[in-house]
């Protein structure tokens, strides 16, 4: 299932998209797409068994916000450097293991909301990344089974950085990560169903209409299953929470000087196969 929310902003409804393009109303369903519902295998049942008759109330699409597909995010985990061919582009080493650090919930936003360059900024990056969606509680995960099991389903995240913040103002990486908006999402919740292989995905980026990523999961160094299961071993990952898997090649921050960051009026556009479109006009804090 392709699950969103739509709506203004603090005022989204559920919805879904079937398979045929069409908009589909939920909230005579459920009142949200939140962690309650994937932890809840009956009302996703309810969800399903809906879309498969036919019987959901369109919703007309035009001029309708879609807004994050998830609400009440709990954490959001993060990998750095979990490509083979974006740490080839930064002179970096591949890591031994998993580099971790957070954002906010509150850097998300909708696919299309406007992204907002930090006061002060010189060096605002773009980075498409596989976002993960936890659907159950997951504490020392042995497998890579039960740590896919554990996945409620897939999302487009876009982890906007500011490299000079992360790298050159002293001490961690979070400071370059978690200014406002830094986290455009969706604009579906995929359902895990509906991607056999996370690791057989393409991931582009566009900047001003210039491609810049064109990249794969199949690149990454930790795979989604081994993320999942690593994380489980340092916190308890619960129904809501959102891993960001990293970005492939192509970032300002490994280009040639001068390095092309964004800049206020800039529009990146960025997707997933199966997974959606995002497109976000960049201005000033």
């Given at each position: ?87 080839r582009e930064t002179g970096a080493a591949p890591p031994e293991e998993p580099i971790l650090f957070m954002k ?182």
């Amino acid at each position: 299932m392709k699950l969103l929310r739509v709506g203004t902003v603090g005022a989204e409804r559920p919805a879904l998209l079937d398979g045929t393009g069409v908009l589909r109303d939920l909230s005579g369903l459920v009142t949200d797409i939140d962690p309650a519902l994937l932890a809840d295998d009956a009302a996703l049942a309810r969800i399903r068994t809906a879309a498969a008759s036919g019987d959901l109330p369109p919703i007309d699409p035009a001029g309708l916000r879609t807004g994050p597909p998830l609400a009440r995010i709990g954490k959001i985990v993060c990998i750095g450097l979990n490509y083979h061919d974006h740490a080839r582009e930064t002179g970096a080493a591949p890591p031994e293991e998993p580099i971790l650090f957070m954002k906010a919930p509150d850097t998300v936003v909708g696919p299309e909301d406007t992204v907002l360059v930090p006061r002060g900024s010189v060096k605002t990056d773009w980075e498409v990344e596989l976002a993960v969606v936890i659907g159950r509680t997951a504490r020392y995960l042995e497998s890579d089974d039960e740590a896919l099991a554990a996945v409620a389903g897939y999302a487009v995240a876009h982890d906007v950085s500011e490299r000079a913040f992360q790298i050159e103002r002293g001490g961690q990486w979070d400071k370059g990560k978690n200014c406002e908006t830094f986290n455009p999402l969706g604009p579906w919740l995929v359902t895990a169903d509906e991607v056999p292989d996370p690791q057989a995905l393409g991931l582009r980026l566009w900047v001003n209409g210039e491609l810049q990523q064109d990249g794969t999961t199949a690149e990454q160094i930790f795979p989604v299953a081994e993320v999942v299961r690593y994380v489980s071993r340092f916190m308890t990952l619960y129904p809501g929470d959102v891993i960001n898997t990293g970005t492939p090649a192509g970032v300002a921050m490994g280009r040639p000087e001068p390095k092309p960051y964004l800049r206020a009026g800039d529009v990146v556009e960025l997707e997933i196969d199966g997974l959606g479109r995002q497109r976000q006009r960049l201005r000033g804090a």
